[in-house]
């Protein structure tokens, strides 16, 4: 079945139906299977390539990093991307693809929000370009 709304229509004997009036959401069977980069600063802002099958640009989807949420961009059926979230810590979360009010998968790989870089000076100053 698409993703999308259903509803939910009983039959006892095969023949003769009822609706029950009852609405379901399909979620679009979609898989996760890596992200690029694994890692960023924990000032967020990292563009996050998500990569796996079965994304449809009907859906909406976002990405959590570790409790943060963070709206999804469809790019196409095989990637989508978010950029990370803002942590006040470094250190290793969770990292999951949602699609629509909460179905998730995790990634086998977690998320690293590193320091940021500071750089304060770089000798020489000048030099050839070549």
Do not use: M
């Not at 979609?30 to 994304?55: A, C, D, E, M, Y």
Request: with cysteine; net charge neutral.
């Amino acid at each position: 079945p698409k993703s999308g709304n259903a509803s939910l229509v009983i039959s006892i004997n095969g023949v003769s139906t009822h609706d029950s009036g009852v609405q379901l959401q399909l979620f679009p069977d979609f898989k996760l299977t890596s992200i690029n980069p694994s890692s960023g600063p924990t000032t967020g802002r990292t563009v996050v390539h998500v990569f796996g099958t079965g994304f449809v640009d009907t859906f909406q989807y976002f990405c959590l990093f570790g409790l943060k949420r963070s709206k999804a961009e469809f790019k196409n059926s095989n990637e989508l991307i978010c950029e990370s979230t803002f942590e006040a810590e470094t250190g290793v979360r969770s990292f999951w693809i949602c699609a629509g009010k909460g179905f998730c998968l995790e990634s086998e790989t977690h998320y690293n929000f590193t320091e940021s870089l500071h750089v304060f000076h770089v000798t020489p100053k000048t030099g050839p370009i070549s």
